[in-house]
């Protein structure tokens, strides 16, 4: 008998395990993602996870500068055209070649996409016209100029038109010919419709559990590191770090302000952070003559009062939940995007809280008793959410409102807002495109379907000298004239107190020390990009 065969096939099999441990990269995820469909969900969860499976046109960097990905190149052809050269041998997951005719398709589904809580239609609403006068090259046309489309271009997720039965398609804006018919959410999730072009293939998603992708082969770009990443939600904050201390992840995004010092001072962890491009905000319902959670305003809606909304305003000390909730891993907001970015007011600065400000004002409004409201809030999407919450309603209390908090899952929370079901709530904005128009577009714009305008302003803001401003820069070709034209847009909603900003989050992510990864402004952590360290 040969007493060292028994071992030797334990010394392989022992190897074979740690070398595959050391090819998988497990994550810990600090909201979880709604569906694996691209089109779906316009929110960071989502659009992270999708990145690993589907490409987009253009890409854009950690500080969100626009970039080729299946697009190489693109041009003006004049002030309403433009032409993306295609990147040629790019190959889908199932084997089919990629081509101008999966970009027509993609864009034609993304605005009919059904139940979505938050589209991506806003990405495409400019495009009127799209052509392929060869396989790797697109035209996209628009009735004005549109400078913004290269930016939100590369939020849109390419899917394969010949794998969901579709023809050769023409694009048409109320109903494309030969699309076949659209994939639905759930052929998503199941796997079937997630065939894409991008680093990995989905192998498994969970919803509640955990999502698995494998390295995808024949891949275009760069082979990513990793050839199985396993990203798992873990929401409470507590239960995220210790499942990274004891090594059940290997990496977690939105690392609580408690246990920053606490992991950086462990040799066998680092942390990275970097200021994101996410707002946290408080909105109002406008539209309601008597919005929910509102009483004793003597059967008025308080909230279309512009002293109240400033009085709310001046209730609030930004620099104590920067430094008391959010522990300085924050930076308090004069509007909504920080001032490093295209667009936005270098020397917009957050303002100092005035209580005695507010009671007065609350009082020229008619409330010198105040009134009764309810703050709505998730409790389980943004950093501290539920606690931010609870510190406005306090502070906005010691001006004499009457203030409680309903706070509850963000999935709740999200389809909740949409039917309309606050008076007054707290949430958060992500810049996909990286600049003003984002934010004012989707948050405080006038409410227009056709103009995808207002997409996430369930109260119905309208401001009617913001608007001509934000449309002006919006067919503005020329970079510094956008620029100035979106800043004065952005100075006459905080000066009409139409939401109210915060703070601006700084996005921190954990890991063991031989990892290394590079802040986004985005949010967005990308298991493609988690490197091993130098």
């Known amino acids: 008998m040969n007493l060292l065969r028994p071992i030797l096939a334990a010394a392989v099999s022992a190897a074979w395990v740690a070398g595959a441990a050391a090819q998988e990269l497990k994550i810990g995820l600090s909201a979880e993602p709604s569906a694996m469909d691209p089109h779906f969900h316009n929110l960071v969860p989502n659009n992270a996870l999708t990145k690993h499976v589907f490409d987009r046109l253009l890409d854009q960097d950690e500080n969100q500068r626009v970039k080729p990905m299946l697009a190489t190149s693109w041009r003006n052809v004049d002030e309403t055209t433009w032409e993306f050269k295609l990147r040629p041998g790019v190959k889908f997951s199932n084997g089919a070649d990629f081509t101008a005719n999966d970009v027509i398709f993609s864009y034609c589904r993304v605005p009919r996409v059904e139940n979505s809580p938050s589209s991506l239609a806003i990405n495409v609403r400019a495009i009127t016209r799209m052509s392929a006068p060869d396989p790797l090259t697109l035209v996209i046309g628009t009735d004005k100029p549109h400078p913004l489309l290269p930016n939100e271009l590369s939020n849109v997720a390419i899917l394969s038109a010949k794998a969901n039965g579709a023809g050769q398609v023409e694009f048409d804006r109320q109903a494309c010919r030969n699309a076949g018919s659209y994939p639905k959410t759930e052929a998503f999730n199941a796997g079937e419709a997630a065939i894409g072009t991008g680093p990995y293939r989905l192998v498994r998603f969970t919803k509640g559990d955990r999502t698995i992708l494998e390295r995808a082969d024949g891949y275009w770009g760069e082979k990513p590191a990793w050839a199985r990443v396993v990203l798992r939600p873990i929401t409470s904050a507590g239960p995220r770090v210790a499942a990274l201390l ?144 609870q510190a406005v309603a306090q502070m906005l209390t010691r001006v004499g409102l009457k203030v409680s908090l309903e706070a ?34 989707s948050l405080v714009a006038t409410p227009n379907r056709d103009k995808g305008m207002g997409t996430t302003n369930p109260g119905g803001y309208s401001n009617p000298a913001m608007d001509p401003l934000l449309e002006q820069a919006l067919a503005t070709v020329d970079d510094t004239r956008r620029a100035a034209l979106l800043a004065e847009a952005s100075r006459t909603v905080m000066a009409d107190f139409g939401a109210l900003p915060l703070h601006f989050e700084m996005t921190t992510w954990a890991f063991r020390k031989d990892l290394a990864y590079t802040p986004r402004a985005d949010q967005y952590t990308l298991g493609m990009l988690v490197r091993k360290a130098d």
């Open 408 to 441: 509850m899952t963000a999935s709740q929370f999200f389809a909740r807002r949409n039917r309309r079901e606050f008076g007054f709530w707290l949430a958060g904005w992500g810049s996909d495109t990286g600049e003003m128009s984002s934010p004012l577009k």
């Open 246 to 389: 004891a090594g059940d992840v290997d990496m977690i995004e939105s690392v609580p302000i408690q246990d920053i010092e606490r992991i950086k001072g462990n040799p066998a962890y680092r942390v990275v952070q970097g200021l994101s491009n996410r707002v946290i905000y408080l909105h109002f319902n406008y539209q309601a003559d008597s919005p929910p959670g509102v009483a004793d305003a003597g059967g008025k809606n308080p909230f279309r009062d512009k002293r109240v909304r400033e009085a709310i305003a001046k209730a609030i000390d930004r620099d104590a939940i920067v430094a008391r909730i959010m522990g300085g891993v924050a930076v308090a907001a004069g509007e909504l995007l920080p001032p490093t970015m295209f667009g936005a007011n270098k020397e917009m600065t957050a303002a100092k809280a005035d209580p005695d400000g507010a009671k007065k004002l609350l009082a020229e409004a008619g409330y010198p008793g105040g009134f009764t409201l309810v703050l709505a809030t998730p409790n389980d999407r943004y950093v501290n959410d539920g606690q931010i919450a």
